[in-house]
């Protein structure tokens, strides 16, 4: 199970980290964890994704360089750390997870609110 946290109201050019906290530790060294989002009217899009074992991460063009995904073990948590937020970054962001192997996220989290006026 993913539990996401960490969304808020924040002004353009704020920071905000979210967080997921995976409850399933033991099975997390064969997984990729990442972050999606959905902004209202749209389908939900890839932000990010860290590879738990070696840390390999990936980032849709839109925030690289302003958001960064991390990783801690023994919190088994994953971070979403994004900064110079803009309206456009409002959403639900929801964290998942996929087997190392496998194409499609399998696990997801409840989703956490950002909003990001201007």
């Known amino acids: 199970q993913l539990q996401a946290s960490g969304g808020g109201l924040v002004q353009a050019g704020d920071s905000l980290r979210l967080s997921c906290l995976a409850s399933?530790?033991?099975?997390?060294?064969?997984?990729?964890m990442g972050w999606f989002r959905q902004a209202p009217g749209k389908e939900r899009e890839f932000v990010a994704s860290v590879r738990w074992s070696v840390g390999l991460t990936h980032y849709d063009d839109s925030v690289k360089g302003r958001f960064s995904i991390s990783r801690d073990k023994a919190k088994n948590t994953v971070y979403l750390q994004m900064n110079n937020l803009k309206p456009e970054d409002t959403a639900i962001y929801y964290c998942?997870?996929?087997?190392?192997?496998?194409?499609?996220?399998?696990?997801w989290g409840q989703g956490t609110q950002v909003t990001v006026s201007s």
């Open positions: 998942a997870a996929r087997f190392w192997q496998s194409d499609s996220y399998s696990s």
């Open positions: 399933a530790p033991r099975t997390l060294s064969y997984y990729v």
